[in-house]
């Protein structure tokens, strides 16, 4: 090889710069306090993988990680179907569709603690409006003492924020589809369910896989909504991976046992993402 | 097998068309006749896929009527008509196997399933789809795509018509061929009746017993390939059908006789006929039948050569003949140079006259028989 196509490795250098500053060190350095235990900056001590030990046998953990599994799964069973649904039942051409698509693009502007605290209000039985209305039918509603009505509120208010992002994805992929396909359905006799089963959803897989895949990684990370919202209470029951871990590593000052959880919190979002993209690909493959 | 009739069939995409030229079909009355294949020829905007749309019921006509065998079918959903549809692009439903989606309309249709799988195995094997059946729909190619979608339509064995949108558009030319065969065999087996549009006049020729030319919303002419071809009635079919098209020269009555060019003919007792009308006339004729020749008066027609293209085979020279223009087909040997004077000899058996834009009816001596 000669010297000049050697040289070429330096136009590499800015990007490896680059992701060593913002993931490799940052990442590196949560690993080198994972393996510590320290009192201060000069009082510390290897410790190994005795943090992680702990950690997998910890049952506030392993309550969060349930918690957070329920809460995701949840969110997209309900927010996918619906976002579809309402796709499908939006206007497809005219002035009407500007309109309906600002509407719905709306929540998806919104700050992530100002929609906690919008909620926080509209969810109160006292002053605000849906927990008012709520109230007036009877029930006695109140998010934070009743670990139900707690959950209810967080994710309906989820639902609230997120489910346009699947709406839009999935307006577009219907728009893209081209007309033939529902003429010729038409002429084949499908009936609405199958043109939705065979044209349709095998056409919004693309987009719908992405929106999934965003969805989810988004719902594991959830955080200043439910802090403003809730605060994971009550007790713990709404405190998901996010909280769990704000509490150690800001509350408890547990640097060392902080930053295991955080790389544990990393790896369980990498390996549920991927499995989940995994098995998405797959039974399109194989569809 | 169905007879297919239109009557005084009009269409707008206006909700109040007010001008004729409102409308993208004006006033068809057609017979489509049972177990032939016929072309919808016509330029893009003619008018051709409005009238399929109409006959598959996407479309609802907003005056007149169709018929199937006297039934009327006029406001009936594509649903609830026996006709398919072939489209442009190749349009399968993909998660389906190749033998998934050749049984889909049936399965909707309620048919039961062993006659299914029957029906299925017959007409796959006349698609030369059976090796494929059990394969995904999705790999494969656009030309394999197109066999199912027409599949999908002779599936169906109540099916009055076939009804194919310029099909072959997306198809390598090289597998074109072979579609074309496939589509002459299945009509030739299964006598569907296949109504096939195309812009292409090769395809039209070579696919159809009937060919139906369309131009700006009106059927021109419907014929036989050769009949479009020898006696076009109009002349846009003149133009748009062979190639080079027909030479159009404007021509003029002087007593007895056509001036053309700077030719005189002898009208056989026709003047009257020919004074009767006040559009302005024309002078058709296919550059098939013209030649070259001595000057003989009163039979050939002087002009100067203008250019000459070589088609291996044979040659066009084209000849200014006054003012206008005409091309004539000629053999490879026959000696030609631009700037040349020559005469162009008509056979007088294909030599007709237009009024306006339509043929004026001459009897067929009127221009003597002899050569």
């Known amino acids: ?287 | 097998m169905t007879e297919i009739q239109m009557k005084n069939l009009r269409h707008s995409y206006y909700p109040n068309p007010k001008t004729e030229d409102d409308y993208a079909l004006k006033s068809v009355d057609l017979t489509w006749e049972e177990g032939l294949a016929y072309a919808l020829l016509g330029p893009s905007g003619s008018g051709k896929t409005t009238m399929l749309n109409i006959l598959s019921g996407l479309l609802t006509a907003s005056e007149g009527q169709v018929l199937f065998d006297g039934r009327d079918v006029t406001r009936l959903d594509a649903r609830d008509r026996n006709i398919a549809q072939v489209f442009q692009f190749p349009v399968i439903y993909e998660t389906m196997t190749v033998g998934e989606n050749l049984a889909f309309p049936l399965k909707t249709r309620k048919v039961p399933a062993a006659q299914i799988k029957d029906r299925v195995g017959f007409i796959a094997e006349e698609l030369g789809l059976t090796a494929l059946l059990g394969r995904k729909a999705r790999g494969l190619s656009a030309e394999q795509k197109q066999r199912i979608s027409l599949g999908r339509g002779l599936v169906r064995e109540d099916v009055a018509a076939i009804l194919l949108d310029e099909p072959l558009t997306v198809i390598d030319p090289a597998e074109k061929m072979a579609l074309r065969r496939t589509l002459k065999s299945v009509q030739l087996h299964l006598g569907v009746k296949l109504i096939y549009v195309t812009h292409d006049q090769h395809e039209a020729m070579t696919l159809a017993d009937r060919v139906v030319v369309m131009d700006d919303g009106e059927v021109v002419q419907v014929g036989s390939p050769e009949e479009l071809f020898e006696n076009p009635a109009h002349k846009f079919v003149g133009y748009f059908i062979g190639t080079p098209g027909m030479n159009f020269v404007d021509c003029a009555l002087d007593g007895s006789d056509l001036v053309v060019g700077n030719a005189r003919f002898a009208l056989n007792g026709a003047v009257q006929t020919l004074a009767g009308t006040s559009k302005p006339l024309s002078f058709g004729i296919r550059p098939d039948f013209l030649s070259l020749s001595e000057a003989r008066p009163g039979r050939t027609i002087p002009g100067t050569v203008t250019r000459v293209e070589n088609h291996g085979d044979e040659q066009i020279i084209a000849v200014d003949v006054g003012g206008a223009q005409m091309l004539a087909r000629v053999e490879d040997h026959v000696r030609a140079r631009a700037g040349e004077n020559v005469h162009l000899n008509p056979d007088p058996q294909a030599m007709r006259v237009f009024a306006g834009q339509r043929v004026v009816d001459l009897p067929r001596n009127t221009f003597g028989d002899l050569t």
């Open chain 1, 1 to 287: 090889m000669s010297e000049i196509n050697n040289r070429a490795w330096f136009l590499v250098l800015p990007v490896l710069v680059i992701v060593a500053f913002n993931a490799i060190i940052p990442m590196m350095t949560m690993v080198n306090y994972s393996v510590q235990d320290i009192f201060g900056p000069d009082n510390r001590y290897f410790v190994g993988l005795e943090w992680y030990k702990e950690l997998l046998g910890d049952v506030e953990l392993r309550n969060a990680l349930r918690r957070q599994v329920t809460f995701s799964s949840l969110v997209l069973l309900i927010q996918v179907p619906l976002g579809i649904l309402i796709a499908l039942t939006l206007p497809q051409k005219g002035k009407s569709v500007a309109f309906c698509l600002i509407i719905l693009g709306l929540p998806l502007l919104m700050p992530w603690n100002v929609v906690g605290v919008m909620w926080q209000i509209f969810a109160r039985a006292d002053i605000g409006l849906g927990g008012a209305a709520i109230a007036a039918l009877g029930i006695d509603f109140n998010y934070s003492r009743d670990v139900l009505d707690a959950w209810f509120t967080i994710v309906v208010m989820d639902v609230w924020h997120w489910t346009s992002l699947i709406v839009l994805l999935a307006y577009s992929g219907l728009r893209a589809i081209d007309p033939a396909f529902y003429r010729a359905a038409q002429i084949d006799g499908a009936s609405r369910w199958q043109v939705f089963r065979f044209v349709e959803l095998p056409k919004l897989a693309g987009v719908l896989t992405i929106g999934i895949m965003l969805r989810l990684m988004d719902s594991l990370m959830i955080y200043s909504e439910l802090v403003v919202l809730t605060g994971g209470g009550p007790g713990s029951s709404t405190s998901f991976l996010s909280q769990t871990l704000v509490k150690k590593a800001i509350g408890q000052f547990d640097l060392g046992p902080a930053a295991s959880f955080s790389i544990i919190y990393f790896m369980i979002i990498v390996t549920l993402c991927f499995v989940f993209f995994r098995s998405i690909t797959r039974a399109q493959e194989g569809e």
